[in-house]
C-alpha cells in the first residue's frame, strides 16, 4: 500500500522483492524462501497494483556480508523450485497481458498520515521506531480488515487531498 499510494495513481514498480532466504554475515539468516511463497509475494504486489516486479536477487551473494542468502537460483546460477515457479507466473502473465495491464487496485478510502515532519523530530530525539511501528500496526489492522489504505503527506492534507478518504489515521 506505501507504494502504491506513493504513486498517486501512476504505474508502479517493486524493486528487490525478496527472493531468497535473507542474511545477514554468518549467524543472521532469515526463514527459507520457497517457490510458494515467492509465487505469494509476487501475486500480493500485483493485487496490489505493481506492474513491474525485479526481485533480490538471482543467485546468492558468493561473498560479502550478504553471503547466506538472497538468491532465488542455485549458487551456480542453475534454476530450482522458485526459478520454474517464476518462470510459470511470467508466462502467465505474458499470455494474458491486456488482463494485468488493466487491473486496478480498489481505491483506498482511509489514509494513514506520513508525517515527514513527525519522523524528523522523532529521528532527532534519536529513534522513529514508534512512529513508524504505530504506523505499520495501524496499517496492519486496517490490511487485516480488508481496507486498502494510502498514505498521505502532511503537503497533501493542508492542500485538501483528504477528499477521497473517509477516515484519516494519526
Known amino acids: 500500500d506505501y507504494h502504491r499510494s506513493g504513486a498517486k495513481g501512476k504505474p508502479f514498480w517493486i524493486w528487490e522483492l525478496r527472493s531468497g532466504q535473507n542474511a545477514w554475515g554468518i549467524t543472521n539468516w532469515g526463514p527459507p524462501v520457497d517457490a510458494g511463497d515467492l509465487a505469494r509475494f509476487t501475486w ?3 493485487a496490489a497494483g505493481a506492474k513491474t516486479v525485479q526481485y533480490w536477487n538471482w543467485r546468492p551473494h558468493l561473498g560479502g556480508l550478504e553471503v547466506g542468502g538472497h538468491g532465488m537460483a542455485e549458487r551456480d546460477g542453475g534454476g530450482n523450485a522458485r526459478t520454474r515457479r517464476m518462470g510459470a507466473l511470467a508466462r ?7 488482463w494485468f495491464m488493466g487491473l486496478r487496485p480498489t481505491p483506498a478510502r482511509i489514509a494513514v498520515l506520513d508525517a515527514r515532519d513527525g519522523r524528523i523530530v522523532a529521528a532527532g530525539e534519536s529513534n522513529d521506531r514508534l512512529l513508524l511501528e504505530a504506523q505499520q500496526g495501524m496499517h496492519a489492522a486496517l490490511a487485516a480488515c480488508g481496507h486498502p489504505v494510502d498514505f498521505v ?10 477528499e477521497p478518504y473517509r477516515l484519516l489515521c494519526l
Open 44 to 46: 500480493q504486489v500485483i
Open 92 to 98: 502467465r502473465l505474458d499470455e494474458r497481458s491486456g
Open 153 to 162: 503527506s502532511e503537503t497533501e492534507v493542508v492542500s485538501g487531498g483528504l
